[in-house]
């Protein structure tokens, strides 16, 4: 009796199994076929609206304008920078950038490729606003910033940001010493910013950054996980390992004073960054006591870190990017990180 009704059991739970798997592949199967119907359901190629590109578009009306006439300095508050400078940059990046016509539709010019670029990364705007003003589809918006990102950062970081040289850092050295009265120091280092998940609640990735004495981007290292600390990032980080390593091309330690004792070159940090030969930071509150040389060695070192502050300051006030969420994947952020870096770099040298 018993060996009967655990049969009956089985061929009961086999057969509700087998319906349950039937039910979940017509399930799958009706999916499929949704999707392929909305799929065919495509009304046109080329959105009514986004036909009229090249007479409503706004690189052809407002552009034209701002090219015109004495409107040099709205050009610039359009794209961050001046005609000059644009012409420039867009002379760099021509051949990478550029399409081939086809027999179905003319494609989209360099120029206008750039421009929807600079001015991406200057409002922040999102690729369907972006795509409203200049008469183009959401998705051609957000492959031509991906684009135009990636060849900028490609082109200009060997030019704009190349890799330091001894004689590049003892020329950090003294402007850090002439402008922010602070020997020996290299520059600064400072994080920008599931795996990406910080402590402040958001999703975000880390631009770890050298700065020099003039606000200028030495060595960047974007893509790190957000809910990393400071200190951990910096450690783990290629830059944090070359200076650990002495592969720096940093220069051999020096005198201060003629009678003095051989010191080593540093970069300055906050409180976040571990204390190494290579890298100061500041006496913590509760060790200073009344001691009045460690309160001046902590002002002396956080005024040689204004320069990283106000680099990043300077950095999002131009490209508003930086004060929006970004809403990309994460590869594609580091690629739009890196380009508005190097233009940064671009446009603080002219």
Not at 103 to 123: G, H, P, Q, V, Y
Request: neutral net charge; charged residues 25%.
């Amino acid at each position: 009796m018993i060996e009967n009704e655990t049969s009956l059991s089985s061929d009961t739970m086999a057969s509700s199994s087998s319906s349950d798997e039937w039910e979940e592949e017509l399930e799958c199967e009706v999916s499929a076929l949704l999707l392929l119907e909305k799929k065919q359901r495509r009304k046109c190629w080329l959105h009514p609206i986004n036909l009229e590109r090249h007479f409503h578009g706004e690189y052809h009306t407002l552009i034209d304008l701002l090219e015109m006439g004495d409107n040099s300095d709205r050009f610039h508050m359009y794209f961050r920078m001046n005609k000059e400078q644009f012409e420039n940059l867009h002379s760099l990046v021509e051949m990478n950038i550029k399409k081939i016509n086809t027999t179905f539709r003319k494609a989209i010019s360099t120029n206008e490729r750039l421009a929807i670029c600079l001015r991406f990364l200057a409002t922040g705007n999102s690729f369907r606003s972006l795509g409203f003003n200049y008469r183009m589809g959401f998705s051609t918006v957000r492959q031509i910033v991906k684009d135009v990102c990636q060849v900028i950062g490609q082109v200009l970081k060997p030019m704009v940001m190349p890799s330091p040289t001894t004689e590049m850092w003892k020329d950090i050295v003294q402007s850090y010493e002439r402008l922010w009265n602070f020997p020996h120091c290299l520059c600064c280092p400072i994080n920008a910013g599931s795996e990406y998940y910080n402590y402040k609640g958001a999703h975000s990735i880390v631009l770890l950054a050298l700065v020099d004495a003039n606000y200028k981007f030495i060595v960047v290292d974007v893509g790190a996980y957000g809910k990393n600390s400071d200190g951990a990032i910096f450690s783990n980080s290629l830059l944090g390992k070359s200076l650990a390593n002495g592969t720096f091309n940093v220069p051999a330690d020096e005198k201060l004073t003629a009678h003095g004792e051989e010191l080593p070159y540093v970069i300055v940090g906050d409180e976040a960054f571990p204390l190494k030969s290579y890298l100061l930071r500041p006496y913590s509150r509760r060790n200073l006591g009344g001691d009045e040389s460690k309160k001046i060695f902590n002002y002396r070192l956080s005024r040689a870190r204004r320069a990283v502050e106000n680099s990043f300051g300077i950095l999002a006030a131009r490209w508003r990017i930086f004060l929006r969420y970004i809403e990309v994947q994460p590869g594609t952020a580091q690629d739009i990180i890196l380009a508005a870096v190097c233009l940064h770099n671009m446009l603080s040298k002219t």
